[in-house]
């Protein structure tokens, strides 16, 4: 698969509706929706009823919620029946155990993301991809949009993809930050299925940025 999810992180919150639209008209069926508590990651981002309104106002699409909070299940709980994925970080919880118990709990009620940040290694989640939807391979440190792609991503990108063909496990690799015209093509060659693109594509959103983005 090969695919882009934008963020509208990077987008002033009364324009985010517009450019969401424009992307759908753009054929863009993905929108990956940026959650953050302020401690997890120092800054705020996209609030719940943003998300609320946007699929009121807007043709259906796949949502997927990138929750970058600590205790994600209250965000998990205010998203079920709204969004289709909800991607909680690794580094959130205490424990693995925790982890364990939070995909239990969660199974079968909404689609569930794992994501890890560049500093974390592809060998701390392996044992969860089994149990889980989509594996998000951070590519910058979550926290803001328009940083650059670090290039050892590419690795971790490769490992993810051998190690979910050899095990034949069924589940999506999604990579964010720092996607470009430059980066994009790099990433789906090491094996990314979903790419978000967020300061790149969105803050002039055209259809030949998001061509070069698919090249
Ligand atoms: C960063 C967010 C990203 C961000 C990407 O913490 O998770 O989704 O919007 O922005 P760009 O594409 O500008 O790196
Ligand atoms: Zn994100």
Do not use: C
Request: overall charge neutral; proline content about 3%; charged content about 25%.
């Amino acid at each position: 698969m090969k695919k882009i999810s934008p963020s509208l992180l990077s987008i002033k919150k009364e324009n985010r509706l517009e450019v969401a639209n424009q992307l759908f008209n753009m054929n863009i069926d993905w929108i990956h929706y940026d959650y953050m508590d302020e401690k997890f990651v120092p800054n705020s981002a996209i609030e719940i009823s943003e998300i609320e309104n946007i699929k009121n106002n807007s043709k259906r699409h796949i949502m997927d919620i990138h929750i970058m909070a600590f205790e994600p299940e209250k965000v998990v709980d205010q998203v079920i029946g709204l969004v289709d994925y909800a991607t909680v970080h690794y580094e959130a919880f205490s424990s693995e155990n925790d982890l364990q118990e939070f995909i239990n709990k969660y199974k079968g009620k909404i689609k569930l993301g794992l994501s890890i940040k560049p500093n974390t290694s592809f060998d701390k989640i392996t044992k969860f991809l089994n149990n889980i939807d989509l594996l998000l391979i951070m590519s910058v440190e979550p926290g803001k949009g328009g940083q650059s792609f670090i290039e050892t991503s590419l690795d971790k990108i490769k490992s993810a993809r051998n190690y979910i063909d050899k095990n034949k496990i069924n589940i999506l690799i999604q990579v964010d930050g720092g996607i470009n015209d430059k980066t994009a093509s790099g990433a789906f060659k090491a094996g990314a299925d979903v790419l978000v693109s967020g300061s790149y594509l969105t803050i002039e959103p055209s259809k030949s940025k998001l061509d070069l983005l698919l090249k």
